[in-house]
């Protein structure tokens, strides 16, 4: 069994940053890519940004100069840093993974999410 546990949501003055990060743990052979995806209320969820253990980075227009995503391959951790927070930025924020659990072997994992609002 796998487990993503997500921390750093929370309120924020548009403008303000905020750092969320996801530490995976459990049964792990190798992980292959981390990201971050967000669902506003009425809309679908969206990716926000992704990395792969190598370090190639995916990252949404609507976020990109905004946001940055960093791995720790040790620790098995992916965050993401929100600068210049806007009120569209407003959201739940799901910490996505794609674990090994033995050679040959992936499954997409998901948090529980993290709210991020962003408000005056």
């Known amino acids: 069994q796998v487990q993503l546990v997500e921390s750093g949501g929370g309120l924020v003055q548009p403008g303000g940053s905020l750092r969320l990060s996801c530490a995976a743990s459990?049964?792990?052979?190798?992980?292959?890519?981390m990201g971050w995806y967000r669902q506003a209320p009425g809309k679908q969820r969206e990716l926000v940004a992704a990395?792969?253990?190598?370090?190639?980075?995916n990252t949404a227009n609507s976020v990109k100069d905004r946001f940055f995503i960093s791995m720790d391959n040790a620790k098995n951790t992916v965050s993401l840093q929100m600068n210049s927070l806007k009120f569209e930025d407003t959201a739940v924020y799901y910490c996505?993974?794609?674990?090994?659990?033995?050679?040959?072997?992936?499954?997409?994992?998901w948090g529980q999410g993290t709210q991020v609002t962003v408000s005056s």
């Open positions: 996505n993974a794609d674990i090994s659990i033995r050679r040959g072997v992936s499954w997409d994992y």
């Open positions: 990395i792969t253990s190598g370090g190639s980075t």
């Open positions: 459990g049964n792990i052979f190798s992980i292959n890519t």
